[in-house]
């Protein structure tokens, strides 16, 4: 910032643009205030703003400037200007005159304000190191040798801890995920120390910057929004904290958060929505540098990839920057350890290159992966968009994978249509495509996978392999909506934690990246509710009494991370070790083999991970997922004793039962066997 000061003063008179593509770029970094106890020096990017005017303030709403002052324009198109004295505590607006705004133009905070006074209308002046907990400058992010070792784990904060069930103080809150030792009314763990306890390597929160659905003046109304719709991207959202009104606590308790999982050795991966705002005209893009953050179409109008009325112009120098720059402020400001992109697809791929390589540098271990896929057309040619099938052209970013997850449960168009957790053949190869995590595997026949035609992984690690997410129905409602139940309205409760246990073992035994969705190891619900992104506490909540009823569950989920955690075979982390090691069997006993030839049946998958794969103690590994409401007999792959670890619902690594030659599949069951 030290070349910021240099420019004030020399005033330039404005430049003829044709369009917004003629603007400059701005020296130096997108961030607008750079403050030192003895001055303040503001910054704000607005090529073809007429005049900018600040104001400062002495809160962050509802009262009069107490000065305000012209900013001078600048060669890169900022317009600049300095204010003596210590002006720690203040607030501050921009004004800009711009005669090419289609908008009535408002004060703003501008697009990069790092602290922000309640809804964040007003920018908040303030020494960052006043914001940091006790211990700051120890945390770290917890070790981590490979990508591959990740299990991720999605919570929204409100679902997590607002109940009362979940014995947690400040409910709702990011103080929540600092509190050990709480307990639900049945005395079992709840809060970080369930994340603990179910081993989970990371968290990924839903939007936790500040977004513009929920009104931080009214948090005793309770409302709920999942938080797709930013407001101000570089500042932790006001409703989660205790004290939306100081610009400090909401960033001082987002740090304790992070520091508190970092402890418990979890890491915290950060849901970024880059690709649209809350609206247009009041954006904080439009009102520093209308028309310039966002596509359009031929005809003028604005571009809506998101499905929320407007896409933004990754493309773009100036949006690319401010992409780069803000991901960059939440690793090094906040310690975040991984980034989820909302619609990725709505970027651009030059600009998610960027991003992973200016990760790579500050540490490769920090997770990159978003939505392959866009809500409408992107306004930008296919060859550069961020799809799945693009994502051989961006090493070591990941997507998620509908191919696996529609496998499982049924197509993302229709919660009634179930798939391979129905019982209904044909999906066998999507699941497989999902196993060896989207890579080129001789033994996936892609003509029969669902929506790729081509494998889209480079490495099996971009792949993130789920069967539910806060999108769409949870499982339990997925399940009971899509598998015909043997008698009465659905599904029995132990078919249906039987389905789950099958479902989950799937994912978790994935070459892919593991992603939970929280709640579904409690057998949580929402009452069937598909898009629940503002549905009241009623359906969004855990209740963690569920969890004492259904202890089974979380166990066989925690026993499963457990072995996936102490086994390299299930986390080879590199394609060519996956096509080497990872080997699909025909699993048929003679007695029922067609024509003599020995074929699997329909709805069960089996894989092997041979020869010590990945240096794993377990010579050969044989896996075993069967989707038919029968036990099927399958014949295994050597003659050898196998060890079952995972068995009808039950994981015990030291083995639950021995077999030879073959071995017998309970219905609607996962089992791991080891020689
Ligand atoms: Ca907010």
Redesign the pocket.
Known sequence: MAASVALIGCEVSKPHYESVNDYPVKAGSVQEVTYRPTETLFSLWSPNADSVRLSLYESGEDSEPVSTQWLKRQKDGSWQGKVRGDLQGKFYTFRVWDPSSPYEMEETPGIFATAVGV??RRGAIIDMRRTDPEGWSNDRRPAMAKTADAIIYELHHRDFSIDPSSGVTHRGKFLALTEHGTLSPEGVKTGIDHLRELGVTHVQILPSY???S?D?TRLADNRYNWGYDP??YNVP???YSTD?YSPEVRIREFKQMIQALHEAGIRVVLDVVYNHTYDVAHANFTQTTPGYFYRTREDGSLGNASGCGNETASERPMMRKFMLESVRWWVKEYHIDGFRFDLMAIHDIPTMNAIRQMLDEIDPTILLYGEGWAAETPQLEEALRPIKANIKDMPGIGAFSDEMRDGLRGPFYDDHVGAFLAGLPGNEQSIRFGIVGAIEHPQVDMTKVNYSQQPWALQPTQLIAYVSCHDDMMLTDRLRASVKPLKGKQIADDELMRLDMLAQTVVLTSQGLPFLWNGEELMRDKKGVHNSYCSPDSINAIDWTLKARNRRLCDYYAGLIAIRKAHPAFRLGDAKLVREHLEFIDVTMDNVAKDGEKVTPDCVVAFRLKNNAGGDEWNDIVVLFNANRQTVEVALPTDAKYTAVVMNGEVDPQGLATCAGKTRVPAQSAMILHN
């Open positions: 809804n964040g500040d977004y513009g929920i931080e407001v101000n959202e006001g409703g939306p």
